[in-house]
């Protein structure tokens, strides 16, 4: 069984492997032009194009020369409408055999229909201009998504790793887990792994959207580090990054289809093929509108039966009126716009998984934060251990290490990390079988007692009574200052209490006041910790309501609650403890996504940056991207409005036509690539 499920596995990577080597390329130019027609690359629809162009150009000319013979401006012509028609050709041809009814079907028919009244020229004309038009419109959909793999395309496909003293040369693909590979000075880092020997600064811009330059230096630990996601920045690497000017050694973390990078492409293709909330309205727009259309445009070929007209002009209207009434710009209004918008989030290091999050997280009004590690930095430090009675703080330590030695809580890490420093050489017995109260604390056995270090709540309910006013008013005093204070309680006796203090992250000050600019009313602190702390710390930052001593399910009611209140809500957190809070809101982020794969899955958007400061720049562009789809279809809608009448009513023709269509086709691209371009 576990083989078989291994053997699948082994299989799965070696695929992905395959197509990680040799279509790095082909995958991000999915959906487009086939690129490998004739060898002319990815342009050779625009080649086509203007091909096309000078064939009709020379049927003109030859046209209006008297001296040469008639057909062979015909032919010219075809020439003509064979180099535009065939890529269309190919489009509508696919789509018919999916079942599906694509746009390039009605081009095809109007040219078709101007064949039939011989008008080659106007068949030539025709397919030339909605060539050219989506040439260039694919042209610059392309320009969007090379702006994002060119980041993508830094993982070096060798790594120098060490073998039995050697230094040898091997494929990223051959990398496993456990390995260790050196990195040279300015070279591209060729893994993610933990950093065990060597210091030098590394550009994660690729990944993290930061300009500066992270420093990096060994985890003393190392050999026991085996999940990138529990390790600091300054400890891990990631491949596709660019290493500064000191020589590194890497312990390899994840095989190379399994980097953080490799998650990142695949899920930024993902999300640019997820439909937005808008385009799920046009597209059922579309659905009544084009047999709309078609309905007309058959009733107008029948005109000649009541107009005093041949059957010949009546034809040629209907056919106007079809490619000004055919919605070209509108289908690509909207998804234009989320693949531009989703392209830069990514150049800056946020992840947004798709149309629907772009779309809403420009209307969050309410954002709730998770405390620990989001809006502080996370990493708690012992700041008080105060002994009541006769018991040495010695002892009140030791007992405090040694449980905490057995949890994963970041408060744990600080009373261990801060009480082995004042104990020095003391010997400390081990604690065993750690048992965690959510919320409350931690009970384990210790030198044959039992031991309980937490919050009241805990001892209240362990006790029955409240716990004794010294110990209370204690740890009120410190409380207020922003220290987290824990009780420490052996068998019967309340040993004393320990404090540790969390910082908030320097940027977070700054961040919540460029938010609550941008017109954020209520900005949310959701926290396990004491209610005093909570609000400690909520004052130095520009926090509106600081709530505190919530459990887990606690945190998912305040985000019904504020979504009844206020609509849409972000809930910020970091995708591991919080992640129901973050299911439940409109729009969950994860902070410090990158290493960490659960962030990355769970969240609608990622910050890849350990850092708060991507969020104003992540809302401004979702609005500006709103924005943007919406003058998308103004345009494009506003074009049909305009050209229809027009074409109805003879005042233009089939030339004209065209040229307004596919220029409100190229309009509305070139308006959404402005957000590739898009600065807070
Ligand atoms: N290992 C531990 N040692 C001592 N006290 C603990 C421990 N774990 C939890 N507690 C107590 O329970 C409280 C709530 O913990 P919980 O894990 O729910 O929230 P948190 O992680 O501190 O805060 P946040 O919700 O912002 O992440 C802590 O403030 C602390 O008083
Ligand atoms: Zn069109």
Redesign the pocket.
């Known amino acids: 069984m576990n083989n078989n499920t291994e053997d699948i596995q082994s299989k799965e990577n070696l695929e992905s492997n395959i197509s990680h080597k040799n279509n790095r390329k082909a995958q991000l130019s999915q959906n487009q032009v086939p690129s490998g027609f004739l060898g002319l690359g990815e342009n050779t629809e625009l080649y086509f194009a203007i091909l096309s162009g000078v064939f009709w150009m020379l049927g003109v000319v030859f046209y209006f020369s008297i001296s040469a013979p008639q057909n062979i401006s015909t032919i010219l012509y075809i020439t003509g409408a064979f180099f535009g028609g065939i890529f269309t050709f190919q489009t509508a041809g696919k789509a018919l055999l999916q079942g599906e009814f694509a746009i390039d079907f009605l081009m095809l028919f109007a040219a078709v229909g101007a064949a039939i009244l011989e008008k080659w020229g106007e068949a030539s004309l025709l397919l030339f201009l909605f060539s050219l038009g989506h040439a260039l419109e694919h042209h610059a959909m392309n320009r969007a998504k090379k702006s994002i793999s060119a980041l993508y395309n830094l993982t070096p496909p060798l790594a120098l790793i060490q073998r039995k003293g050697e230094l040898i040369e091997i494929h990223i693909d051959e990398l496993e887990v456990g390995n260790i590979i050196v990195v040279k000075p300015n070279s591209n880092i060729a893994a993610d792994g933990v950093v065990i020997k060597g210091s030098s600064a590394v550009d994660q811009a690729n990944i993290t959207g930061e300009s500066l330059p992270i420093a990096k230096h060994p985890n003393e630990n190392w050999q026991n580090e085996n999940d990138i996601s529990k390790l600091l920045p300054e400890h891990r690497v990631f491949a596709g990054t660019i290493n500064g000017s000191g020589a590194l050694e890497v312990k390899v973390l994840k095989k190379a289809q399994d980097s953080t990078l490799a998650r990142l492409i695949k899920l930024v293709k993902e999300a640019e093929e997820q439909k937005s909330p808008t385009q799920h309205l046009t597209d059922k727009f579309e659905k009544y509108y084009v047999p709309s259309v078609l309905v007309v445009v058959v009733l107008l070929m029948f005109a000649f039966l009541v107009l005093d007209e041949a059957f010949q002009d009546s034809f040629y209207r209907a056919m106007s009126v079809l490619i000004a009434a055919s919605p070209c710009a509108l289908a690509i209004s909207t998804p234009s716009a989320v693949l531009a918008g989703i392209a830069r989030a990514a150049r800056q290091g946020v992840l947004i998984k798709g149309g629907r999050p772009l779309e809403d997280l420009g209307e969050i009004r309410a954002i709730a934060f998770?405390?620990?590690?989001t809006l502080t930095e996370g990493r708690p430090i012992l700041t008080h251990a105060i002994p009541f009675g006769k018991i040495t703080k010695s002892h009140l330590l030791k007992v405090a290490v040694s449980v905490?030695a057995l949890?994963d809580?970041?408060?744990?890490a600080a009373i261990v990390i801060g009480g082995k420093k004042e104990l020095g050489d003391t010997p400390i017995p081990k604690a065993e079988n750690l048992k965690?109260l959510?919320?409350?604390?931690?009970k384990a056995y210790w030198e044959g007692s039992v031991v309980h270090?937490?919050?009241r709540r805990l001892f209240e309910e362990l006790t029955g009574a409240d716990v004794p006013e010294i110990i209370d008013s204690k740890m009120q005093e410190l409380e207020e200052e922003g220290h987290?204070s824990?009780i420490i309680h052996q068998d019967n006796e309340y040993l004393g209490i320990i404090a540790a203090m969390d910082i908030a992250r320097p940027e977070a000050a700054a961040t919540l006041d460029a938010l609550k600019k941008m017109g954020i009313k209520r900005m949310v602190m959701?926290?396990?910790?004491?209610q005093k702390v909570a609000v400690a710390i909520a004052k130095s930052i520009g926090i509106t309501d600081p709530l505190g001593s919530?459990f887990p399910e606690d945190k998912v009611n305040v985000i019904d609650q504020l979504k009844q209140e206020l609509g849409n809500v972000a809930m910020v957190g970091d995708g591991v403890?919080d992640a129901p809070a973050m299911a439940r809101s409109t729009v969950g982020i994860a902070m410090g996504a990158a290493g960490s794969d659960v962030a990355l899955e769970t969240a609608d958007i990622a910050l890849m940056a350990d850092r708060l400061d991507n969020l104003p720049f992540a809302i401004g562009l979702s609005r500006k991207a709103k924005q943007i789809i919406k003058q998308n279809l103004i345009i494009s809608l506003g074009m049909v409005v305009l050209l229809v009448p027009l074409t109805i009513t003879g005042t233009i023709a089939i030339g004209p036509a065209v040229v307004g269509h596919e220029g409100s086709t190229l309009l509305v691209v070139l308006n959404a690539l402005r957000l590739l371009k898009y600065k807070i």
Request: charged residues 20%.
């Open positions: 998770d405390k620990t590690g905490e949890s809580h970041p408060l744990a965690s959510t919320a409350r604390g931690i270090i937490g919050n987290t824990m959701l926290t396990g910790d004491n919530l403890n």
